[in-house]
């Protein structure tokens, strides 16, 4: 309603800056981790790329919880500014020396508190959920479509300053392509938090018995079935992250999109086909939602298939792959996982959310995201290497951008246990939702609960009122 238009604002100002935090970062990331670590620490770049998410991944839940206490201002504005002063001192890493244990420290911490401040984005979803009472899916579409612009604006800003000119500022800090976008966010970030104090409004809620999570029989239910879904989705994010870890180097090495990781003119190729996915997924949606009526857990199964069917685009099956495999492949593998994402969110939103506790149940829909990037990061980062090729002339040396000579090895490896880790996740949700859900919380009514789980009605820990009070409330 009205009432809410100028913290509805707001909470979209709050999801693009967050969102375009990490993919503005995310193209420079490679290089600014060869200049902090100047060698001395590559073997780490798995943790460094991941540690955005392991902050995510530890600030969801306290997020989550905090706005079911207190409402949206308070952790919205913490988020906001914890993601500002993380990306200052990320930025500001670089006035450290390249090599030592200081820079690395100082960037990694940055990094994590801007994830922590990122984990911010579960009170979005959770404000979206709360004022679209039962059309989830509806609510976590237009969450995603909020993300869609933060997303789309990140890598284009980041590639424009892959063409900025260096400036020094003393003899000690650079205005560059990797500390520019981080003080940017930053910036943005400080304004938005000016915004939700003053915008920020408590949400709409039902006066209803109180029961505290873990006595909440129904509450625990609805958990369990939602975490069979969160599974699903860590298991399809990771297989994402294994390839969008590396796909700065996977372009280069594998496709030969740029000679060299420094070759500015072309390296923005790359990044199309996460833009033209999310485009894609954006408009498909939209489209296979509204005008084939499709259900979201149908739609789930059919993205994890073709997401699936897509990792097959990155097998290394000669040291030079064709480019438009890459377009294509990688075009249909971000484009599956948009579907698949906005699916998730539906049917995990339909399971949890009519809950008393939707706010801390929600912040799984996140974590499980995280995670999946975490483990997808790290495996990728732990087992793919770039090697010389044997027979060529030239000299591979990742610490000098030259990768005429490379090739990627272990990457076979990871992607085939991607996808075997991806067809058991597959299997699973046909298992559970073909050809409809078997999940007995899933409808979100009251009486199924009660008859799928006779232990709701006996529980001696619990005394409900009536139907109603298995949901509506807080603790």
Not at 48 to 75: C, D, H
Not at 121 to 148: D, P
Not at 199 to 216: N, Y
Not at 337 to 350: E, I, L, P
Request: aromatic residues 12%; hydrophobic residues 50%; charged residues 15%.
């Amino acid at each position: 309603g009205p009432e809410y238009r100028l913290m509805n604002i707001s909470m979209f100002v709050m999801t693009i800056v967050l969102s375009f935090d990490f993919m503005a970062t995310f193209i420079s990331i490679p290089f600014y981790w060869e200049l902090l670590s100047d060698g001395e620490y590559d073997r780490f770049y798995g943790f460094f790329f991941a540690s955005y998410q392991l902050g995510s991944l530890l600030g969801s839940p306290i997020f989550a919880k905090w706005t079911q206490l207190r409402g949206v201002r308070e952790p919205a504005a913490l988020a906001m500014a914890l993601d500002c002063v993380g990306n200052i001192i990320y930025a500001f890493a670089d006035a450290l020396t390249p090599g030592s244990i200081g820079a690395v420290a100082v960037v990694v911490t940055g990094r994590v508190l801007a994830g922590i401040g990122g984990g911010g984005l579960t009170i979005c979803m959770v404000y979206l959920v709360k004022l679209n009472i039962g059309e989830s899916l509806f609510a976590m579409n237009g969450f995603r479509s909020w993300q869609f612009w933060g997303k789309l604006a990140g890598p284009v800003v980041g590639t424009i300053f892959l063409y900025t000119p260096v400036v020094d500022i003393g003899d000690v800090f650079e205005l560059n392509f990797a500390t520019i976008p981080p003080l940017i966010t930053a910036s943005l970030a400080a304004v938005s938090l000016v915004f939700v104090i003053v915008a920020s409004k408590p949400l709409p809620h039902k006066d209803v018995v109180r029961i505290p999570f873990l006595k909440d029989s129904a509450a625990k239910l609805m958990l369990r079935d939602g975490l069979i879904v969160c599974a699903m989705y860590t298991v399809g994010s990771m297989c994402l992250w294994i390839i969008f870890s590396q796909v700065m180097t996977i372009g280069v090495v594998m496709f030969q999109i740029a000679d060299t990781l420094d070759e500015a003119e072309n390296l923005w190729y790359i990044y199309l086909p996460p833009i033209a996915g999310a485009l894609l997924s954006l408009w498909g949606v939209r489209l296979v939602i509204r005008r084939f009526e499709m259900q979201d857990y149908h739609l789930m199964v059919a993205s994890m298939a073709v997401l699936l069917l897509s990792l097959l685009c990155f097998f290394e099956y000669t040291s030079k792959e064709s480019q438009w495999i890459y377009y294509i492949g990688g075009t249909v593998l971000f484009a599956s996982n948009g579907f698949f994402v906005t699916a998730y969110r539906g049917v995990y939103g339909t399971i949890v959310g009519e809950s008393r506790h939707v706010d801390l149940m929600m912040a799984f829909v996140l974590m499980a995201s995280s995670l999946g990037s975490i483990l997808g990061s790290l495996i990728s980062g732990s087992i793919v290497t770039v090697e010389q090729i044997d027979e060529c002339s030239s000299v591979c040396d990742p610490s000098l951008y030259q990768y005429e000579c490379c090739e990627m090895v272990g990457l076979n490896a990871v992607v085939l246990g991607g996808m075997v880790c991806m067809a058991i996740a597959l299997l699973s949700a046909i298992a559970l939702f073909i050809p409809k859900p078997r999940l007995a919380s899933f409808s979100n009514q009251p009486a199924e609960i009660v008859e799928g789980y006779s232990a709701v009605q006996n529980d001696e820990h619990v005394a409900f009122a009536n139907e109603e009070d298995l949901y509506y409330g807080g603790e």
